[in-house]
């Protein structure tokens, strides 16, 4: 546990963080580094929650989809932030984040599916996103292990990714240099709020005091019972089982990103292949189930049929923290000092610079930018969506 408070007391004009993940974490370091004191509270270690059964995508492009114009935007301008974030985040901690930015590439096995992404590709290019489409010997030279017969891909050379874990744990190690107080394993169980603000958390009878509140603690805070019902957030978890094979890292089977029918591949430099993820509505249910790891092989093995060489180094249940429209919650709720960054869905390694810059900016002058304004917590309230999900 690291818990680097002397006391029992903190400075009413500290700013409290409730989750430990790369949106609270990058929420918090951007706060430090403005000057001001903050503390982030996490039931369990940091990033270890739904940022470490994560895939690091940073998927804008091949990921956007009718009727999500808006997230789009934002996914967009999380990207442009990327490459800077990745300097000075590793500048800052000394922890590489594994970042590449080969790009991803999305294939049909077969006709029907290249009818789909045909359909799709064509959408993306009238958002005006910069993708290419390939035919299945162009795919397989990129990648060729690809099986043969791949009837057609779409490469985006501006999709990229990060190593998940390297991130959180940069997070964290940056925060703790520019002088952030990390609480892990210390559960905070309810609010100090006077004349209807805000004023702190506790944690059991231990108080915290606190100008304002974020709660980031991604598919859980639904779950918080000590949040006021007018600020309670419609987020819920969407389980999903991960794989990771093991490669040779001298010879890797993949180095692209590959999106196929039903599935995604990572490859990481050390020779890990993430093979993911299933989408189940089950709770917080964390079992590993036969039928989950026979549907993330099978759907992985009609593009890449070597993976059946490969061995199985790690297996993995994650939640992924999602609103009732599939886009973030980011911005201030009904209760005074009292401000949400969660519901990111798939999308929470892409969002984390945004997340950060957003939240912090909103904290340090009372305004949210631009780009997330759509996604106020506030959105709900005003009926603009359904009541179920």
Wanted: charged fraction near 25%; proline fraction near 5%; glycine fraction near 12%.
């Amino acid at each position: 546990m690291t818990d680097q408070t002397s006391n029992n007391q903190s400075k009413s004009s500290s700013i409290a963080i409730v989750g430990a993940g790369v949106c609270g974490l990058g929420i918090a370091w951007r706060l430090v580094q403005a000057g001001r004191t903050v503390e982030v509270f996490d039931k369990g270690e940091a990033g270890r929650g739904a940022t470490w059964a994560s895939a690091g995508m940073l998927a804008s492009g091949v990921e956007a989809e009718p009727g999500e114009q808006a997230l789009l935007a934002l996914n967009l301008t999380a990207r442009r932030l990327w490459p800077g974030f990745v300097r000075e985040l590793e500048a800052a901690s000394g922890i590489d984040l594994g970042y590449r930015d080969e790009g991803i590439l999305s294939v049909a096995p077969t006709r029907d599916d290249a009818e789909q992404l045909r359909f799709t590709y064509e959408f993306q290019l009238g958002l005006g996103l910069d993708l290419q489409w390939l035919t299945g010997a162009e795919a397989r030279r990129l990648e060729p292990h690809l099986r043969a017969g791949i009837a057609g891909a779409v490469f985006s050379a501006a999709d990229h990714q990060v190593d998940n874990r390297q991130l959180a744990m940069a997070l964290k190690a940056a925060f703790l240099r520019a002088g952030g107080i990390l609480h892990e394993n210390r559960e905070v169980t309810g609010l100090d709020m006077e004349a209807g603000r805000v004023r702190g958390v506790w944690v059991g009878e231990e108080r915290h005091g606190a100008e304002a509140v974020v709660l980031a603690a991604g598919p859980w805070t639904g779950e918080l019972s000590w949040v006021p019902e007018a600020a309670r957030a419609p987020v819920r978890p969407v389980k999903g089982q991960v794989l990771t094979l093991g490669m040779d890292p001298q010879a890797p089977l993949l180095t692209h990103v590959l999106w196929a029918p039903k599935i995604y591949l990572v490859p990481r430099r050390d020779g890990r292949l993430l093979v993911g993820a299933t989408v189940e509505e089950k709770g917080f249910d964390e079992t590993l189930t036969a039928g989950g790891v026979y549907e993330l092989l099978d759907a992985a093995w009609r593009p890449l049929p070597a993976i059946e060489e490969l061995p199985i180094l790690e297996t993995c249940v994650g939640f992924r923290p999602t609103s009732r429209d599939d886009a973030p919650i980011l911005g201030a709720s009904a209760v005074e000092g009292l401000i949400l960054a969660t519901g990111h869905h798939r999308n929470g390694i892409l969002l984390a610079p945004v997340t950060a810059d957003a939240i912090a900016r909103l904290l340090l002058s009372g305004e949210i930018m631009p780009e997330a304004r759509d996604f106020g917590p506030d959105r709900f309230a005003r009926g603009k969506l359904a009541d179920a999900v």
